[in-house]
């Protein structure tokens, strides 16, 4: 099983600043992608950041310059540093991995439980 963990939400002031965490644990070989998504309320989960093992990072539009992704490999952890923030970036946020849970196994797709963000104008 894998678990994703995430921390570092709250309420912040637009403008203001939050740094997200997630540490992935269980057994696995390996983490390809891991990111972040949002969902505000009455709308769709959204993509906001991902990063590839390798180092590559997929951004949304209206987070570009204003959010950072990090990953450390080593660690399976993932952050995203939100700077910036606008009331319409208050949504929960999920951390999201594609893990190979063995070397000749498959790779799924797993969820943390979110973690809510709430900026206030």
């Known amino acids: 099983q894998v678990q994703l963990v995430e921390s570092g939400g709250g309420l912040v002031q637009a403008g203001g600043s939050l740094r997200l965490s997630c540490a992935a644990s269980?057994?696995?070989?390996?983490?390809?992608?891991m990111g972040w998504y949002r969902q505000a309320p009455g709308k769709q989960r959204e993509l906001v950041a991902t990063?590839?093992?390798?180092?590559?990072?997929n951004y949304a539009d209206s987070v570009q310059g204003r959010f950072t992704i990090s990953r450390n490999n080593a660690k399976n952890t993932v952050d995203l540093q939100m700077d910036s923030l606008k009331p319409e970036d208050t949504a929960v946020y999920y951390c999201?991995?594609?893990?190979?849970?063995?070397?000749?196994?498959?790779?799924?797709?797993?969820w943390g439980q979110g973690t809510q963000v709430t900026v206030s104008s």
């Open positions: 999201n991995a594609d893990v190979q849970t063995s070397i000749i196994g498959r790779t799924s797709n797993y």
């Open positions: 269980g057994r696995f070989f390996f983490i390809h992608t």
């Open positions: 990063m590839h093992s390798g180092g590559s990072t």
